[in-house]
Each structure stands twice: as C-alpha cells, then as structure tokens.
C-alpha cells in the first residue's frame, strides 16, 4: 500500500493566470476567454416565467451587476464575495435585457394545475413554457433563457438507487415526470441553452407549500454559480485546465448507464467527451445488457466500438481535431470484448494512445485522521497496482477547513489498460472534478465525464431511438 498528497491542480484563467479556486481566479483575473475575441463581453438573456416571477428575477439578476457581500465568517477563501457581473468586474460580461425577449406565462394558467394530476400538471407545464419557447427561437438578439420554475409544481420523488448498482431495478415510483428533465428534453429542438431557476434562488424568504423549506446557499455563492453557469451556457469559458506545452492532446471519455422513468429497464449508455478546454459534447450509445457473470451493465464489441467512433466524430465537428491521447472513464468493469471494441476505434481513428479506467460505485477502503476534519482533498491511496481510492472531497488547505455537510467518501478507480502512472490518473481525476460550471466551491467528488450522468439520463429518456439530441453539454446543466 502506498499513501500519497496530490497538490490542488490550478485552473487557468484571463491571460493563461492561474489560481486553484474558480471564484478566486475569475475575480482576480477575469475568465479564461476575457482576452479572446469570442469572450462574452455581453449576455443577451430571455425569460420566461409569470410576471412576478420575471420581475423577481430581473430585479435580483440587477442587484448581481453590483458587488455582493461575502457571508460573515472567518473562511475568508471559502466565503468569497461576488465581485458584480460587470464590463469592468469579475466576468467582463454583462447582462442585457429586451422586453422582447420576455415571454410572461399568465398566473391562472399556472394555478389551474393544482387540480390536475401530478403528472397531468408537469407536462401542462412544459408545454405552457414550450409555447413561449417557440417564440423566443425566433428571435435573434438571445444567447440564453431563463426559465422561473413553477412555485407550485409538484416535485419528482427521489427514485431509491442501490448506490452499488445504480442500474439494478427498483420499485416503480409514481408516475410523476420530472419538469426540468421533460422540458430540458423539449428545449433540445431550439438553438439556445436554458436555464431553470428556482423562485428561492431570488427569494430565500420562499417556500413550497407542503414542502420543508431547503437549505440555501448564501447570496453572494448563489450569485457565483448562477451566473457561471449563464456564462458558460451563452459561449463563453468560465476556466480550463492547463496544459503544458510537451502534453499529449488529452480527451476524457465518460461512459456510464442509466435506467427507464419507472428504473425497470436498462437504458443505453452515454459518452461524455470533454477536452482539455472543458468543452462538452454528448454522444448516445447503444443498449446495454446486465451481464450473468458479474451483474454490471456491459456493451458488446460492435457498440463498444461505434460507441467511441461516434464520440470521437463528435469530438472532431466540435473542435476540428482529433485528440493524440483519450482516457476512458467506465462506470462498470471492461470485458474482453469492450476493450477490444474501444482499442479498436481508437486504432482506426489514429489515436495515438488510449487509457482505460474503471470507476466503480464505491469502495470499502476509507482513512481516517487524528484530527478534526476528514482526511484531505487529494489525498491518493493505493492498494495495489490496479486499485486505487482518491478523496476528490474533504479538508481543503486553501479554505481552512471541509467545505461538505456529510462524512466524505472517496473516490475508487480501478487501472484496467493504462500507460500513465495512478499519481497522474488521480491528478486528472481531481482536476476534471473542478470542471461543473454549476457550482463554484472545491466539493465535488465525482469527475465531470460521470458526474452528470443521471442527468443527462433523465433527459434522454424522452428521445426516441431515431432521435438525435443536442451534442453541447451546456443544454444538459
């Protein structure tokens, strides 16, 4: 066995600067893309909501032009005050209202849902604000929507996964859609990205009726991650990741499996594919089977390979090029049949080297300290060759203390067909962990090629097979 400390990886920033923390690096440098000429320099953003909603909204979304006060605390790094989304502040951006660009939805409309059944209710929903959607695809001068949710609506029950198996069956849940899935999944047909904002994000005072009221973020963190995200869905580039001159051009790969709405059948997988920028595109594979053997979902070696031509197709529209190094990352082991598969597009493709990981669910390995926090964020233990376990999560240096609310579990990754050492696995495992423009604090466990996976399965679901959905991360935050 082998213990050791990875160092925070730094983010890169406006001028190549760089900095470990995203909000730290944006407020002092400006974001990665500030210097370019397809830096974000305005946002032009629709809403659509109730007029109270949009009103609400747009009067909190000002008050963000200005700087926004820090919580009052000593974690000085973790509690980082909102610098203002302004030409001359944090971002150089800015946001841009047009009363054209508001599609108000009539409050009775929305009212009349309670006497609908929940399922009823969500989909009427979606498409009171799929209606206004079509109009807004119209109209040139738009970069991307925001969407106030529904006060009233009913939420979707959380669905009990065995966190061992996620693609096990489990009992069926009602019947109810999940709004932000369902109507993500119908934006997917206009050419702008949506973002669905709750009505506490601008007004912490709400809460649901018959519901316990959630715990919020402070003002000035929920500025940061709502208006990274709208950055980052609008074209622009919030940070990346730095890459040394004498590296390979690296693609990360993320495959993972989800279930059917009512979790009674396998769904197919879903590829990932980030690049070093941090640029997302999604790729829909085959359906897969739960192996006999070993009871994980699995690909045969057709689907594996078409998996990842597909994905190193969509890589090349996107960026033009085709990456010289791919690292896979796998939710379930590889059989002889997908490593074959995966090799064999790689070869065919002329990728110069390929690296296959497997990152299963969880692992019994965990480390204590003598002390009060859990044990630190980078910390890398090795059980053998092939098994590792990485705390993506816990005590952080920069912040002085463990940024979660729960006892950290790390995160393992099994070597199953590698050229580079664990050390700089882990090291790109907890850099691609720092990768979600949804959240801005250093806490996240799981790297971004698997994090977003039953997201992004959730929307899936309401394709048919012939469809094709949008390849840009960005219309799946």
Known sequence: MKLTILEEPPLEFGGGARHIDPRHGITDYGPA??????????????????????????RWLDRCRLPIDAKDSRLGHLFVPFPGFDAGAGFRSTLVWDSRLERPIRDRDLKRLADLK?????????????????????????????????????ERPAPQIDPEAPWRKAPPLEPVDDFRALLKAVAMRYSRPIQIVRRSTWDPSFKPPGTEKRRLQDEATRAWNLHTALYYKAGGVPWRLPRNPTDLTSCYVGVTFYRSSDHTTLETSVAQVFNQRGDGVIVRGAAAKVSRHDRQPHLDRADAQKLLTDALSRYRAEHRTLPARVV????????????????????????????????????????????????????????????????????????????GMYIPSPLPFRLVDTESSPEQIAEELLALTKMNWNQTQLDARQPITIRTADRVGQILRHFRPDERPQGRYAFYM
């Open 328 to 403: 896979l990352h796998k939710t379930s082991s590889y059989t002889p049949d997908e490593i074959s598969g995966f090799r064999t597009a790689a070869d065919i493709a002329g990728v110069d080297s390929i690296e296959l990981i497997w990152l299963p669910a969880s692992d019994p390995v965990r480390l204590f300290r003598d002390a009060a926090h859990p044990p630190l964020r980078g910390t890398l233990l090795s059980v053998d060759e092939r098994r590792h376990v990485l705390y993506t999560r816990g005590s952080v240096p920069f912040y002085g203390t463990y940024p």
């Open 33 to 58: 893309d500030a210097a370019g000429p397809q830096a974000m320099r305005t946002i032009r953003a629709g809403i659509v909501g109730t007029p109270a909603a949009i009103q609400g909204l747009r």
């Open 118 to 154: 929940p399922q009823e209710a969500t989909r009427e929903a979606v498409d009171l604000y799929a209606a206004e959607l079509d109009v807004l695809d119209e109209e040139p001068a738009c970069d991307v929507i925001l969407i106030a949710r529904p006060d009233k609506l009913a």
